[in-house]
């Protein structure tokens, strides 16, 4: 059975920094292209970052320079270190799993909110 199970949200003051961690079991992790995607209030799905298998890595513009994705294989964990947090980061967080046979798979969420 496939899980993919995320943590490290919470509330956290404008400018501060969080580190999202999803840790996956049941795939081989390092075949995998990891993402994670975030979905705030009223607004659809948006992707943030991702990280391929060969640790090609994109971003959203909006998180360019502010956010960072990483994979550890060892762990099968990919992470998120989230730094000059925005108000406007409030969503919840999903990680992603996606391969080239199709396979694709999500995780639960984990709630980010950035309030004083």
């Known amino acids: 059975q496939v899980q993919l199970v995320e943590s490290g949200g919470g509330l956290v003051q404008p400018g501060g920094s969080l580190r999202l961690s999803c840790t996956a079991s049941?795939?081989?992790?390092?075949?995998?292209?990891m993402g994670w995607y975030r979905r705030a209030p009223g607004k659809p799905r948006e992707l943030v970052a991702a990280?391929?298998?060969?640790?090609?890595?994109n971003y959203a513009d909006s998180v360019k320079d502010r956010f960072t994705i990483s994979r550890n294989n060892a762990k099968n964990t990919v992470y998120l270190q989230m730094n000059s947090l925005k108000p406007e980061d409030t969503a919840v967080y999903y990680c992603?799993?996606?391969?080239?046979?199709?396979?694709?798979?999500w995780g639960q969420g984990t709630q980010v909110t950035v309030s004083s």
């Open positions: 992603n799993a996606k391969n080239i046979f199709g396979m694709d798979y």
């Open positions: 049941g795939i081989i992790f390092n075949i995998y292209t």
């Open positions: 990280i391929t298998s060969g640790y090609s890595t």
